[in-house]
Antibody, heavy 120, light 108 residues
């Protein structure tokens, strides 16, 4: 079964750090671009970061310089290192697979999400 | 950044009715637009990619149309399981992916 499972969420104080993980299974992880997308409670979806198969990272301005995406293909794992966290970073964080071959670059597989709460 | 505006914010309909959801882009995204369905407590689910192609396993009652800046998701006859929030997403600007604000389809 093709699956993504996130972990690492929790409660952190403003200015703190957290590292999220996403374990992939059921597909050749190294062949796919991977992304993080977040969703604040009751709000819409927001793209957080992306990493290509070659390890090239991409970020929106809202997290650039604070978040670092990485991957470890040998462990079928995706990571998101989040530093200098703010209250506005509070959200459910999803990892998602991009499928160019079958779905034109849409997100075809999503994890169940992990909750990050930034509060004192 | 390409802004996607979805309308209406909420659509109140009865089972069996037709739902028409709109997504408008602030600049052309060609056909690089996808639609997702999200139910409470669940991750989004891909419905439509490249504006008009149904993902595997998606019922034929879901259809997408449009190109450039104006897109539509149509649900021809609402089933009870279709009441959810729907999001559009563009990948025209690969370095700045964006989602629309969502349309909630609720039971009237």
């Amino acid at each position: 079964e093709v699956q993504l499972v996130e972990s690492g969420g929790g409660l952190v104080q403003p200015g703190g750090s957290l590292r999220l993980s996403c374990a992939a299974s059921g597909f050749t992880f190294s062949s796919y671009d991977m992304h993080w997308v977040r969703q604040a409670t009751g709000k819409g979806l927001e793209w957080v970061s992306a990493i290509g198969t070659a390890g090239d990272p991409y970020y929106p301005g809202s997290v650039k310089g604070r978040f670092t995406i990485s991957r470890e293909n040998a462990k079928n794992s995706l990571y998101l290192q989040m530093n200098s966290l703010r209250a506005g970073d509070t959200a459910v964080y999803y990892c998602a697979r991009v499928n160019y071959g079958d779905y034109g670059g849409a997100f075809d597989i999503w994890g169940q999400g992990t909750m990050v709460t930034v509060s004192s | 950044e390409i802004v996607l505006t979805q309308s209406p914010a909420t659509l109140s309909l009865s089972p069996g009715e037709r739902a028409t959801l709109s997504c408008r882009a602030s600049q052309s995204v060609s056909s690089y637009l996808a639609w997702y369905q999200q139910k409470p407590g669940q991750a989004p689910r891909l419905l439509i990619y490249d504006a008009s192609n149904r993902a595997t396993g998606i019922p034929a009652r879901f259809s997408g149309s449009g190109s450039g800046t104006d897109f539509t998701l149509t649900i021809s006859s609402l089933e009870p399981e279709d009441f959810a929030v729907y999001y559009c997403q563009q990948r025209s600007n690969w370095l700045a992916l964006t989602f629309g604000g969502g349309t909630k389809v609720e039971i009237k």
